[in-house]
């Protein structure tokens, strides 16, 4: 690995560098601080970022969300203090879901034998009903299944069945719910 000659190759940032420029300014004032601001100013400027953001969504402070034009919430999700969203691909985050304090939905990694560290992308789904818990990690093209629930701290590199309880790292499937 040389990181000398390091690239992010033909990556699209999905948005011109004056809009990505204007968000990481609305982030620093609204979102990454323990200023309770309201939730609802805080959707709000997502959806103008080009979030899809659903009814009744409560996002907590130091929420990061790197590109919000990635970014899909469904209603009645709940974002927890100091979630990080790496959205470099899709992430879509269905109804009913919670993502506990510091979870991290990560889209993006690097080929490590690649003389470039090549950047790879891939989406997150995280199906409704979930829940992922405190200082879970979910990592690039993660489904997490309708219904079940990532413990706290796991992380989470393969797909997670609907109506499942996964724990450790990694992750590995401790129950079936009903």
């Not at 009814?55 to 990080?84: C, F, I, K, Q, S």
């Not at 979910?138 to 499942?164: D, F, K, L, Y």
Request: charged share 15%; hydrophobic share 45%; net charge positive.
């Amino acid at each position: 690995m040389q990181l000398r000659g390091y690239t992010v190759g033909d990556f699209d940032r999905g948005a011109p560098r004056w809009k990505e420029g204007a968000w990481v300014l609305v982030k620093f004032f609204f979102f990454q601080t323990a200023f309770p601001w309201p939730s609802a100013l805080r959707c709000a400027l997502l959806r103008v970022f080009g979030a899809s953001v659903g009814a009744r969504v409560v996002v907590r402070g130091n929420v990061n969300v790197t590109y919000p034009w990635r970014l899909t919430l469904g209603d009645d999700v709940w974002l927890g203090e100091e979630v990080m969203i790496l959205s470099l691909a899709p992430v879509v985050i269905e109804s009913s879901v919670c993502l506990s304090q510091r979870a991290f939905l990560c889209t993006g990694s690097h080929d490590f034998r690649s003389p470039g560290f090549d950047l790879i992308t891939k989406g997150i789904t995280v199906r409704g009903g979930s829940w992922i818990a405190a200082q879970a990690f979910v990592g690039p093209g993660v489904e997490v299944g309708e219904g079940s629930m990532v413990s706290a701290g796991s992380v989470v590199t393969q797909n997670v069945p609907p109506r499942t309880i996964v724990r450790g790292n990694p992750a590995q499937v401790v129950k079936q719910l009903a």
